[in-house]
């Protein structure tokens, strides 16, 4: 696999043949590289950490991945563009704190998908078509830290046990326990551009530390009372 690297994405990337793995963490992208298209054959992309926002293009990039097998974009904010169509071999989908507010279209076609870690975002509602089309893959999806609403909790009651709710984090909404996505729009108002990718880096390194969760969640309930 590749990790990291220091050079242009488009010179590194092109350095290499018959890729199946590419770790991006914390790479300052903005959006999916198009050198990566010269690699369709890769079975695991990680973009973890980026400022990434998911436009039209960086869509249909992701989408030719037809081998891809897991993808993780956890701590970008994603935007809600994200559409899994054409990922039918896609087994983990890691979409974790980025901001999303619906689950992404194109999940009921994840027939092989073994994982979805959806937790930490603004998920409010889940139409009960959406729970029994993709009844399956809805017991391998993990929502903690979700605001649902009191009715999509009850459309989850009628369709799955209390155990597979509970594992799937349907029962309770903790207010406080949300963690928060980026330091751009809550906590370095009228940071300089050229300061940001470097904060945001921080920031992502701390969200990524074993047991941090707790921590933003201090973080959160102290600017909820400023």
């Known amino acids: 696999g590749v990790q990291t690297c220091a050079l242009p994405i488009y010179s590194f990337l092109g350095q290499f ?5 590419v770790y991006l963490k914390g790479n300052e992208l903005t959006s999916v590289p198009e050198a990566l298209t010269a690699h369709l054959e890769l079975e695991q992309l990680s973009l973890r950490g980026n400022p990434l926002y998911l436009d039209q293009a960086s869509v249909v990039r992701l989408q030719r991945f037809s081998h891809l097998r897991a993808l993780n974009l956890n701590y970008c904010p994603i935007g809600p563009r994200l ?3 054409g990922m039918r ?4 989908l890691n979409i974790r704190a980025t901001g999303i507010v619906a689950l992404p279209a194109g999940l009921v076609d994840c027939v092989h998908l073994g994982s979805l870690d959806a937790r930490n975002n603004q998920i409010v509602d889940i ?5 029994i089309d993709a009844r399956a893959i809805f017991r391998r999806i993990q929502l903690h830290d979700n605001p649902l609403s009191e009715q999509t909790r009850q459309r989850a009651q009628r369709i799955f046990s209390d155990e597979a709710r509970q594992t799937m984090g349907l029962t309770h909404y903790r ?3 949300q963690v928060s996505l980026s330091p751009f729009s809550s906590w370095l108002p009228g940071l300089p551009a050229e300061n940001r990718s470097a904060r945001f880096a921080v920031w992502n390194d701390l969200l990524a530390e074993q047991g941090s969760a707790d921590f933003f969640r201090v973080l959160e309930i ?3 009372h400023v």
């Open 17 to 21: 043949s018959n890729l199946r793995e």
């Open 83 to 85: 559409d899994l169509s």
């Open 89 to 92: 071999r896609l087994v983990r």
């Open 127 to 131: 139409p009960e078509a959406t729970f």
């Open 175 to 177: 207010a406080h326990g």
């Open 222 to 224: 102290g600017r909820a």
